[in-house]
Structures are given as C-alpha cells and as structure tokens.
Nanobody
Framework: QVQLVESGGGLVQAGGSLRLSCAAS????????MGWFRQAPGKEREFVAA????????YYADSVNGRFTISRDNAENTVYLQMNSLKPEDTAVYYC???????????????WGQGTQVTVSS
C-alpha cells in the first residue's frame, strides 16, 4: 500500500514557475514508477509526465515538454514536478500516481493522491 500526498500548488502569473512535490508513504516507493496527471474543469484527466523507478527514464506530454521536469528522490520518498514558463492553459488540479511502469494511461497506475490546485493567471 502506498499513500501519496501532493503539495506545492498555488496561484502564479503566466511565465512563472512552481514546483510540485508528492510525498509517498511506505518502504517500497523506490520500486514504483511515478506519474503526474492533471485535470482542468470540464476536461478529461491527462498525462503530464512520468519517471521510472530509478529515475533513469522520463516521459513528457508534448504540451509540457521543455517546460516541465519530473524528478525523484528515493531516499526522501518524494517525486517532484518543476514547472517553468507556466501558461494559463496549465491551470488544473495536478495528481501524483504510482504504479509498476511509467505509462501515459492513468489506468496503468495503482495509487494516486488527492491532487493540488495550480492556477496560472494571464
């Protein structure tokens, strides 16, 4: 069992930056791939980024590639999402996921958190 708690969301102006954190409970965090997904009002939840258990492989949605960076610290049981050059269309609730493989489909993950709100003003 893994429990995930996201933090770091907030209100930021377009062009600004935020760093999201996802703290995981449990001793097996380092065996899980991790992913970030987001859901804007009235829209489907969408893939943002994923990282392998070792951190050696990362994957990004085209819409965030080059602006967002996913990383992890297995010693701290935490995964991060550094978001730069934020745009109003990045406004959404961001969710952290844990699963066996870093896939782009949320159904491929076993655990997820409650989410953190990110709002980007124009």
């Amino acid at each position: 069992q893994v429990q995930l708690v996201e933090s770091g969301g907030g209100l930021v102006q377009a062009g600004g930056s935020l760093r999201l954190s996802c703290a995981a409970s449990g001793r097996t965090f380092s065996s899980y791939a991790m992913g970030w997904f987001r859901q804007a009002p009235g829209k489907e939840r969408e893939f943002v980024a994923a990282i392998s258990w070792s951190g050696g492989s990362t994957y990004y949605a085209d819409s965030v590639n080059g602006r967002f960076t996913i990383s992890r610290d297995n010693a701290e049981n935490t995964v991060y999402l550094q978001m730069n050059s934020l745009k109003p269309e990045d406004t959404a609730v961001y969710y952290c996921y844990a699963g066996p493989r870093p896939v782009v489909d949320a159904s491929g993950y076993d655990y997820w958190g409650q989410g953190t709100q990110v709002t980007v003003s124009s």
